[in-house]
């Protein structure tokens, strides 16, 4: 049975009603009594009823309140400017009131940072929060965040200690580096380094290598904005070494490479190599630096995947500073890692902008624990990253099949296996077009846009992509605990249909 509405007719508002039918114009009404709040129930009254009971289930009564006291201010706003020549006096009706204020709240709920299905077949998806972390890396994370911890404190002598002195050691090890630093992220890397290295001097650069990495990060703004002069060598698809030998002069301060992570340059190539450019710079004592852009720590390759540097192989070629990210192929929080000699490394912590771009404990423990994960080879099984980017045809299949099973028995669902290509993304591995098995799905009269915005606006929100008009998942980046998750909102999805 339905609640009596709450009625917001008043006397007051009906005389003026009367009074403006007999005046025929409405410029002359006292319209005081329709702007009166009275006109509509009090907040408090509408928090009684059962409508915003049920709503107070899912949404703490803060966010209920807040979001009809809003709702009751718009549809104010909209009777002071409108006409009100209907000649019916406005009854208040709650229905369509707390339907306005459920979409509110809805969407309110969908801006908040959450949980997300990846079913983009994307690993290291950026705008997803590329790696999802180790549960290893989880459990640091937790233990330190929750409590008190050493993160400044030598234990040995109760003195005040170096911030991540294990997490330096561990990519010593990992990488063959001098000395090791970590920072925000690859971002803040490049940008201490060179602030660290090349103010008032010349940075040395490829055109091949002129890049924007995404967010309108360009290494060549980056350059500029650290008060140095970005000297170009070479052209788009063709530098020599020598291109930077004849560059440099007196004020050069840095030879930059800056590994090409998110495009490809094909036909008639020529780049430097590291261990060249590491050469010259030797010779003429001027620091090379490497912007790896993912940083691998171990070679995919006798996986099958194509050829990723790993920072270690960076290291061995003989630069003096590296500087990679921490959640791309390597499966980590977010942060920047500088890795090098002993003295520029040193150098770039005691400069004074390290200390607004280091990382917190948060990150320093999930990356210690992730590194730890390398360092006792188990990476592989389980970094989360690595792990998709590893499945087998079979594995894939199998989860392909499942899902496909899971939705089949949901009318008008059809849903189709297929064979498809995935990427690895975040500027990592950008020429690795990985075999996948995707789902195709349509849920007629659902288009496949609106399929997908329906599917955005579950919980948790499955997102996948548009392939040949169709939508897709790709099972590359669902887990298997997820398949259920989606059959969940398709569930959802089709019975919303059903009731119109
Ligand atoms: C991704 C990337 C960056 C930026 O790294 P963030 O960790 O996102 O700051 C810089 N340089 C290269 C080559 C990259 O691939």
């Given at each position: 049975?339905?609640?009596?509405?709450?009625?917001?007719?008043?006397?007051?508002?009906?005389?003026?009603?009367?009074?403006?039918?007999?005046?025929?114009?409405?410029?002359?009404?006292?319209?005081?009594?329709?702007?009166?709040?009275?006109?509509?129930?009090?907040?408090?009254?509408?928090?009684?009823?059962?409508p915003?009971?049920a709503l107070?289930?899912t949404f703490?009564?803060?966010q209920?309140?807040?979001t009809?006291?809003?709702e009751?201010?718009r549809?104010?706003?909209?009777?002071?400017?409108?006409?009100?020549?209907?000649?019916?006096?406005?009854?208040?009706d709650?229905h369509g009131f707390f339907e306005a204020v459920r979409r509110a709240l809805d969407t309110q709920h969908r801006a908040r940072l959450q949980r997300a299905v990846n079913a983009t077949g994307i690993v290291?998806h950026t705008n997803m929060g590329?790696?999802?972390?180790?549960?290893?890396?989880?459990?640091?994370?937790?233990?330190?965040?929750?409590?008190?911890?050493?993160?400044?404190?030598?234990?040995?002598?109760?003195?005040?200690?170096?911030?991540?002195?294990?997490?330096?050691?561990?990519?010593?090890?990992?990488?063959?580096?001098?000395?090791?630093?970590?920072?925000?992220?690859?971002?803040?890397?490049?940008?201490?380094?060179?602030?660290?290295?090349?103010?008032?001097?010349?940075?040395?650069?490829?055109?091949?290598?002129?890049?924007?990495?995404?967010?309108?990060?360009?290494?060549?703004?980056?350059?500029?904005?650290?008060?140095?002069?970005?000297?170009?060598?070479?052209?788009?698809?063709?530098?020599?070494?020598?291109?930077?030998?004849?560059?440099?002069?007196?004020?050069?301060?840095?030879?930059?490479?800056?590994?090409?992570?998110?495009?490809?340059?094909?036909?008639?190539?020529?780049?430097?190599?590291?261990?060249?450019?590491?050469?010259?710079?030797?010779?003429?004592?001027?620091?090379?630096?490497?912007?790896?852009?993912?940083?691998?720590?171990?070679?995919?390759?006798?996986?099958?995947?194509?050829?990723?540097?790993?920072?270690?192989?960076?290291?061995?070629?003989?630069?003096?500073?590296?500087?990679?990210?921490?959640?791309?192929?390597?499966?980590?929080?977010?942060?920047?890692?500088?890795?090098?000699?002993?003295?520029?490394?040193?150098?770039?912590?005691?400069?004074?902008?390290?200390?607004?771009?280091?990382?917190?404990?948060?990150?320093?423990?999930?990356?210690?624990?992730?590194?730890?994960?390398?360092?006792?080879?188990?990476?592989?099984?389980?970094?989360?990253?690595?792990?998709?980017?590893?499945?087998?045809?079979?594995?894939?299949?199998?989860r392909a099949r499942r899902l496909r099973l899971a939705l089949a028995k949901l009318p008008p669902v059809t849903a189709q296996v297929r064979d498809g290509v995935g990427y690895?993304g975040?500027?990592?591995?950008?020429?690795?077009?990985?075999?996948s098995k995707l789902v195709a799905v349509s849920c007629p009269p659902l288009t496949a846009d609106s399929l997908a915005q329906a599917l955005r606006r579950c919980r948790p929100p499955i997102i996948g992509r548009r392939e040949d008009g169709q939508f897709v998942m790709d099972v590359r980046t669902l887990r298997?605990d997820e398949v259920p998750l989606v059959a969940g909102a398709f569930r959802r999805i089709t019975a919303g249909l059903e009731h119109g």
């Open positions: 049975m339905q609640k009596p509405s709450l009625d917001c007719r008043s006397s007051a508002a009906q005389a003026a009603k009367i009074w403006h039918d007999k005046a025929g114009y409405y410029n002359r009404v006292d319209t005081r009594a329709f702007r009166h709040p009275s006109r509509f129930p009090a907040v408090h009254a509408l928090l009684e009823t059962s915003a009971h107070t289930q703490s009564r803060v209920v309140r807040d009809v006291r809003a009751l201010e549809l104010r706003s909209e009777q002071r400017g409108g006409p009100e020549s209907d000649g019916q006096p406005c009854a208040f709650e290291i590329r790696a999802p972390l180790a549960s290893a890396a989880l459990e640091a994370v937790r233990d330190v965040a929750q409590s008190y911890s050493n993160l400044e404190l030598d234990l040995e002598t109760g003195k005040r200690g170096g911030r991540g002195g294990q997490t330096e050691a561990l990519l010593r090890r990992l990488t063959g580096a001098e000395a090791a630093l970590v920072v925000n992220n690859n971002a803040a890397a490049v940008l201490l380094a060179l602030s660290a290295f090349a103010r008032d001097g010349e940075v040395i650069l490829s055109r091949g290598e002129m890049v924007e990495i995404g967010g309108a990060f360009r290494i060549p703004d980056v350059i500029t904005q650290n008060g140095a002069r970005l000297v170009e060598v070479g052209t788009t698809n063709k530098t020599r070494l020598s291109d930077y030998a004849q560059a440099i002069t007196p004020q050069t301060k840095l030879l930059l490479k800056v590994h090409a992570s998110n495009f490809q340059i094909v036909g008639f190539t020529q780049s430097v190599a590291l261990a060249d450019l590491a050469r010259l710079g030797r010779e003429r004592g001027v620091l090379v630096m490497e912007d790896l852009g993912s940083g691998a720590l171990v070679d995919l390759s006798p996986y099958g995947l194509p050829p990723e540097p790993t920072a270690g192989m960076s290291m061995r070629s003989g630069a003096d500073i590296v500087a990679c990210s921490g959640d791309k192929l390597l499966g980590g929080p977010q942060c920047g890692l500088l890795l090098g000699k002993k003295e520029q490394i040193a150098q770039m912590a005691d400069h004074p902008l390290f200390r607004a771009l280091r990382a917190d404990k948060m990150t320093l423990a999930a990356l210690e624990a992730t590194l730890r994960l390398y360092d006792s080879e188990e990476a592989v099984r389980e970094i989360p990253t690595l792990r998709m980017l590893l499945q087998t045809p079979d594995a894939l299949a199998r690895s975040g500027g990592t591995l950008p020429e690795a077009a990985l075999p298997d």
